[in-house]
C-alpha cells in the first residue's frame, strides 16, 4: 500500500493538469468560438473533436451493444460478469460525446433541433436521433445499478419488464449509429482518399466497433482489476479474446477484398502520408488477430492485453484516418488540431476514466445482479452481508 | 425551369464589380484589401480570381442536386424551385456537415462568431422572386455574368463556343458536375486551368448516402425480427433445459 501511494497521486497530478489545461481551453472556446480554440477552416470543417471525440467515442461504447447482444440475446450467460462494466462504459462514452457535441457544434444551444425539423435524407438526422435514442436506453441499461443499490425494487420491476425490447432497440440503434458514422462520409467520394472511400464504409465501420467494442471489455476488466484489486476473469477474458480474433479477421477479409475491388491496392505503393498511415492502422489491427489466434497467447493475461490495446489504437488511427487525414489532400489544404481541442479530448478521456472509476466504487457495477437462477450468487450476497 | 448564371471567362475583366455588388446586397464591408482577397470567404461570397491573364469568378454553384441541403440535418439548406439554393440560419445547428459534403467547398463559416452561421452565395433568392436579376449579373459591365433560364443559358453558352470553336475549350462545366450546377462556365483553357475542381463526379452526390439511408428501414424491419426470434429461441431453449434439469 506504501507503495502505491504516490503512484496515485502522479496520476491525480496529470488528471488535474489535463482538467485545468481543458477548462482554458473552454474558456477559449465560449468567448472566442470555435476560430480562438480551433484550426478548423473552411476547408477542414471537422477536426479531432469530431474525429476522436465522436467517431472514436462511440465506436469505444461499442462493447455495450456486443454484450448485451451476446447475454441477452444470445443468451450467452457466461459472460454476464463483463457485462455491466461494458453498458457502464457505453453510457459514459455516449454521455462524454454528447459533451463532445456540445464544443464542436457552432451553435450548441440548438443540439435539439433535429429532433424537431426534420430531413431523413441527411445521415447527420440519422446520427442525432440515434445518439438521443441510444443514450436514452443505455441510461434506461445502466439505471437498475443505481436502482439495485438504493434498494428500489418497484422502477427495477418497471424496468426488468421492458428489457427485452429494450436491449433489441438499443442493439438496433448501435446497428444503424455506428454503421452511419461511416455513412457520413460518402457523400465526398472526391475528398477521402481512395484508400478509405469506399461504399462499403458503413459496414466496415460497424464490424471494426464490434472488434473495439470486445477490445475495451479486456481493457477495461484489465484496468478494474488493477484498481479495484479484483481477480482477472482470465477464463471469460480469453474467449473474449477469441471472439475478437474471428471478427477482427473478419474485418481484415471484408477490408482486402474492398481494396481489391476497387482496384485500390495500387496505391500502396505510393510514398505518401496516407499509405503509412494506412498500413499502421492496418498491421494495429492483423498483428492483434494473428497474436489472438494463439491460445498461448490469449492465456497470457499482459499478451491479452497489449493485443486489445493495439486493437484499440488500431481503430483510433482508422476513424483518425477517416476523419482528418484522409480528407487533407482531397481538399487541398493540411490540418493539425490546436493544443486547445488535444486539451478538450484529453479533458474528456481523463473525465471517462474519473466517471468509470467513481460509479463502479460505488454502484454494483462488478457484482453481476443475481437474477432468476443465480440462487449460489444470493446465498454469498446474503452471506455477506450477514458478515459485515 | 430554374434560374441561373452564365460565366464567360473569356469576356470577365477582373474589374470585380460583382463583389462589390454583392457585398452591397448582403451588408458586408468590401475595401481595398477585401477585394485583394481570392478566396470565397464567410465575409466574402463571391470572388474573382486571377489565374495568369485569365480570371475565374467563385461563388455558390447553387447545384440542381445540392449535397449541402441533402446533408443539412435541420433541413436549413433548401433548394428552391426558381433555382438557388437556399439558407435559414434560424434553424442552424452549426454542424457544418454541409460545408464537408460541398464537391466545391463553397459554404463557409463565421469562425470567430459567438452564435457563428454559415455564409455562402444564395443567388439573390430575395431579388430574383421579385423578378429582378442578381445582383452580380446587373453589376458586371462586360457581360461576364449573365443570368436567365438554365435551358436558356446553355444554349447560350453552346451557340458562344460554335460561334468561335478556336476561343472556348469545347466544354460546358456544370452541365452534368455532380448531377449539374445552376452556375455554368466556359473558359479558354480547361477548367483546372482556373481553378475550378475536375474530379467531381456526375452523379448527384445525395446519391451516395442516400443509398445507404434507404436500408435503414430494412436494417430495423429485418433486424428486430432477427434478433426477437434469437431471444426468443435462445431463451426458450435456457427454460426447457433448467425444467428438463430439474
Known sequence: ?388 | MSKAILYDSTLCIGCKACESACADRWGLPYNDQIAAEEEISAHKLTAVETHGERYSRRMCMNCQQPACASVCPVGALQKTALGPVTYDADKCMGCRYCMQACPFQVPSYEWSARLPRVRKCDMCFERQSQGKPTACTEACPAGATIGGERDELLAEAQKRIAAKPGEYYNKIYGVHEAGGTSVLYIAAVPFDQIGLRTNIPNEPLPETTWRALELVPDVVSAGSVLLGGIWWITNRRAEVAKKEGR
Open chain 1, 1 to 388: 500500500m506504501t507503495h502505491k501511494f504516490p503512484k496515485i497521486t502522479v496520476w491525480r497530478a496529470i488528471f488535474v493538469a489535463i482538467l485545468t489545461s481543458g477548462l482554458y481551453a473552454t474558456y477559449l472556446r465560449v468567448m472566442y468560438g470555435l476560430g480562438g480554440s480551433t484550426n478548423l477552416s473552411d476547408k477542414v470543417p471537422w477536426g479531432l473533436w469530431i474525429a476522436f471525440d465522436v467517431m472514436c467515442g462511440v465506436g469505444l461504447a461499442a462493447g455495450g451493444f456486443t454484450l448485451v447482444a451476446i447475454v441477452h440475446i444470445f443468451n450467452i450467460e457466461k459472460y454476464k460478469p463483463v457485462l455491466r462494466p461494458a453498458i457502464l462504459t457505453a453510457f459514459l462514452g455516449y454521455v462524454l460525446v454528447v459533451v463532445g457535441l456540445m464544443y464542436d457544434l457552432g451553435r450548441p444551444d440548438r443540439l435539439w433541433h433535429p429532433l424537431v425539423m426534420w430531413n431523413p435524407h441527411s445521415v447527420m438526422f440519422e446520427v442525432a436521433w440515434c445518439v438521443t435514442l441510444y443514450t436514452t436506453v443505455l441510461f434506461l441499461e445502466f439505471l437498475p445499478m443505481v436502482l439495485e443499490k438504493f434498494g428500489w425494487e418497484t422502477p427495477l420491476g418497471w424496468i426488468h419488464k421492458i428489457s427485452v425490447p429494450l436491449m433489441i432497440l438499443g442493439v438496433l440503434l448501435s446497428t444503424l449509429h455506428q454503421s452511419s458514422l461511416g455513412s457520413l462520409f460518402l457523400i465526398v467520394p472526391e475528398k477521402l482518399y481512395p484508400l478509405w472511400y469506399s461504399p462499403m464504409l458503413p459496414p466496415m465501420f460497424y464490424v471494426s466497433a464490434i472488434a473495439v467494442g470486445l477490445a475495451m471489455t479486456i481493457f477495461e476488466s484489465w484496468h478494474s482489476s488493477r484498481a479495484f484489486g479484483r481477480a482477472l476473469e482470465l477464463p471469460l477474458l480469453v474467449s473474449v479474446g477469441r471472439v475478437l480474433a474471428v471478427v477482427l479477421s473478419f474485418y481484415l477479409w471484408v477490408k482486402f477484398l474492398d481494396l481489391l475491388h476497387r482496384n485500390a491496392f495500387v496505391l500502396l505503393k505510393q510514398n505518401r502520408i496516407e499509405t503509412w498511415l494506412f498500413a499502421l492502422e492496418i498491421g494495429l489491427m492483423a498483428v492483434p488477430m494473428v497474436l489472438l489466434f494463439q491460445s498461448r497467447i490469449r492465456m497470457c493475461p499482459g499478451a491479452l492485453y497489449a493485443c486489445a490495446v493495439m486493437v484499440v489504437f488500431g481503430f483510433i488511427t482508422n476513424r483518425l484516418n477517416v476523419g482528418t487525414v484522409g480528407l487533407a489532400a482531397g481538399s487541398g489544404t493540411h490540418y493539425f488540431p490546436k493544443w486547445s481541442e488535444v486539451a478538450v479530448t484529453l479533458s474528456i478521456v481523463a473525465s471517462g476514466f474519473a466517471l468509470f472509476w467513481a460509479i463502479a466504487r460505488y454502484f454494483p457495477v462488478f457484482e453481476a445482479p443475481s437474477h432468476a437462477g443465480a440462487r449460489s450468487e444470493l446465498t454469498e450476497a446474503n452471506i455477506a452481508m450477514s458478515v459485515r
